[in-house]
T-cell receptor, first 115, second 113 residues
């Protein structure tokens, strides 16, 4: 069964800390892995990772994929209160046909950044 | 561009009532999706569509129906609402091709009493 697992489930840090969020996946015929940030409303896209070992970066956020370990990490440096959100990891898959058309989401990591 | 929009934003239903949630996208995307999000459960796919006139079941389709009569619209129907359908519903769309990035609407918070 295709599955995406995230850890930790929740995390509380102080402004300025660095955090690492984890995502592991078990999907048939891996294609790519996506990270989303969800604040109060809709998830917004952060990164899509396809190649192992190549870091993607956007400001203080970065992510890397390890195809051998079937995992990815999302790093946030010098955290700010505005980074408080649920971070979702997803991969194309599904056990109900047309696997390339759908994303399987993890349950997310709830990050709270305190001033 | 408005992107993906959803109507309504909030709704309260009594058990047994019916309703339709409307999703519209102006990006000419082929694929559209309906998810529900519950605490601790992540996003779960209800139904999806790979093009106008097509629909398919996702992970949790029971109690829901969908229609995609026009490419830009994807409707989610609840024929007889149950308290277990209290949730936040998100619509998403995606272009065909190698990117799997989905664009999400703002969500509809539905409460069934």
């Amino acid at each position: 069964e295709d599955k995406v697992v995230q850890s930790p489930l929740s995390l509380v840090v102080h402004e300025g800390d660095t955090v690492t969020l984890n995502c592991s996946y078990e999907v048939t015929n891996f294609r790519s892995l996506l990270w989303y940030k969800q604040e109060k409303k809709a998830p917004t896209f952060l990164f899509m990772l396809t190649s192992s070992g190549i870091e993607k970066k956007s400001g203080r956020l970065s992510s890397i994929l390890d195809k051998k370990e079937l995992s990815s990490i999302l790093n946030i440096t010098a955290t700010q209160t505005g980074d408080s959100a649920i971070y979702l990891c997803a991969g194309p898959g599904g056990n109900y046909g047309g696997a390339t058309n759908k994303l399987i989401f993890g349950t997310g990591t709830l990050l709270a950044v305190q001033p | 561009n408005a992107g993906v929009t959803q109507t309504p934003k909030f709704r309260v239903l009594k058990t047994g009532q019916s309703m339709t949630l409307l999703c519209a996208q102006d990006m000419n995307h082929e694929y559209m999706y309906w998810y529900r999000q519950d605490p601790g459960m992540g996003l779960r796919l209800i139904h999806y569509s790979v093009g106008e006139g097509t629909t398919a079941k996702g992970e949790v389709p029971d109690g829901y129906n969908v229609s995609r009569l026009k490419k830009q619209n994807f409707l989610l129907g609840l024929e007889s609402a149950a308290p277990s359908q209290t949730s936040v519903y998100f619509c998403a769309s995606r272009a065909s091709g190698v990117s799997y990035e989905q664009y999400f609407g703002p969500g509809t918070r539905l409460t069934v009493t």
